[in-house]
């Protein structure tokens, strides 16, 4: 398999050609244009064979964000087979821990969850009230009182309901087993990746015109730069910001405080969302588990570190600058690709914009340097 794939990739120590700027304009135009068009294949697929595509995606995916790992104990001499099956074992391990102690905990945070909205019905209007020095208007006492038993007779029924959906889901055994079968060849197709990585580098470095090759690796290598610092770089993140959270929250007594540390941890990348939910949570925490104004000040002083660590060491130091984004472009792209591609579209949401970004810049550089644009004649 690994033969016809050695024939094509280009010799390994193949000369930069230096490209004059009217020739390095049009290779640039084209990769951008690849690039655009590669976008646009991905999302045409998702949406006409998606059952097919995703598990490719996602295996994809997974081969790219674990190949850091198999190619240092590849250079650590260690067989890249051997590499990549140690790696997915060390993942199989991790997530058969996560999977023994996390599902116990979120379960039993689950149970507390109909006895947490009755309750904060019934107690956050008093503790409401006594804060303002004031009674609340019968009406929304009246709401808050019915929206607690809604929501607990909604939580209540969600198992059955859900058992209902499986069943049913199930029932249909053509579509059953389709997903089946698509979420258990992710990690095989992800291991084959992972064993060829290299060599799928090498098939497409070798598709590329020779004098091009090293323009065009600079650009994918600033792809990857990008793409390795928001995948890599924001679901560490996340992590360490759940475990601030969650640590922070509990030493709060308050209930639930894993939930809503995750809620917030992971929410962190979508810019305010995780934050506001995250506190606004906690804060209803503290007006069900109400032992002392400390409780405040340690939910304070939770989000307040957090938000400092993160801005200040976590981010700079896990990401960097590399995804390049603001705040309110991430919100744009995630309402934008969300309402055109559903939940396929939010996940892919910012990846693509950082890529389309990069492209943009690529594109503006190259404009800059025209006669169009400097005003100077072709000839001067």
């Not at 006492?141 to 209902?164: D, K, N, Y």
């Not at 065009?216 to 910001?241: H, K, M, P, W, Y």
């Not at 929250?249 to 810019?271: H, S």
């Amino acid at each position: 398999m690994q033969v016809p794939l050695q024939v094509v990739s280009p010799e390994p120590a193949l000369p930069e050609v230096e490209l004059a700027e009217a020739e390095a304009r049009r290779v640039d135009f084209a990769w951008s244009l690849g690039m655009v068009g590669a976008l646009a294949l991905v999302f045409a697929l998702l949406s006409v064979f998606g059952g097919v595509a995703v598990p490719v995606l996602l295996a994809l995916a997974t081969a790219y964000g674990l190949n850091p790992i198999v190619t240092a104990l590849e250079r650590r001499g260690l067989n890249r087979t051997v590499g990549t099956s140690v790696v997915f074992g060390g993942c199989a391990l991790l997530m058969a821990g996560a999977v023994l102690y996390l599902v116990p905990v979120f379960r039993d945070e689950a149970a507390k969850l109909p006895d947490f909205f009755l309750r904060a019905s019934e107690r956050v209007v008093p503790q409401v009230e006594e804060l303002l020095g004031r009674p609340l208007p019968d009406l929304l006492r009246q709401r808050m009182a019915e929206l607690g038993e809604r929501a607990s007779e909604v939580l209540q029924s969600a198992g059955p309901t859900a058992a209902r959906l499986v069943a049913s889901f199930a029932g249909n055994t053509a579509r059953f087993v389709a997903t089946l079968l698509g979420l258990l060849v992710v990690p095989v197709l992800a291991f084959f990746f992972l064993q060829d990585y290299p060599h799928l580098v090498e098939l497409v470095k070798g598709l590329v015109p020779r004098r091009a090759v090293g323009l065009v690796s600079q650009r994918f290598s600033e792809v990857d730069d990008v793409l390795s610092a928001f995948v890599r770089g924001q679901l560490t993140v996340g992590a360490i910001l759940s475990v601030l959270y969650s640590t922070g929250l509990g030493f709060a007594r308050i209930d639930m405080a894993i939930v809503i540390g995750v809620i917030a941890g992971f929410g962190n990348m979508v810019p305010y969302l995780g934050t506001t939910l995250g506190v606004i949570l906690a804060l209803l925490g503290v007006m069900l588990s109400w032992q002392g104004a400390w409780q405040l000040a340690v939910v304070a002083g939770t989000f307040l570190v957090a938000q400092m660590a993160e801005g200040l060491f976590i981010t700079p130091r896990v990401v960097g600058d590399k995804v390049g984004l603001s705040s309110v472009s991430v919100i744009i792209a995630i309402l934008a690709f969300g309402e055109l591609f559903g939940f396929t579209g939010i996940l892919l949401a910012v990846p693509t914009t950082a890529i389309l970004k990069v492209v943009l810049r690529v594109v503006v550089e190259r404009y800059q340097r025209t006669a169009l644009y400097t005003g100077e004649r072709a000839g001067s």
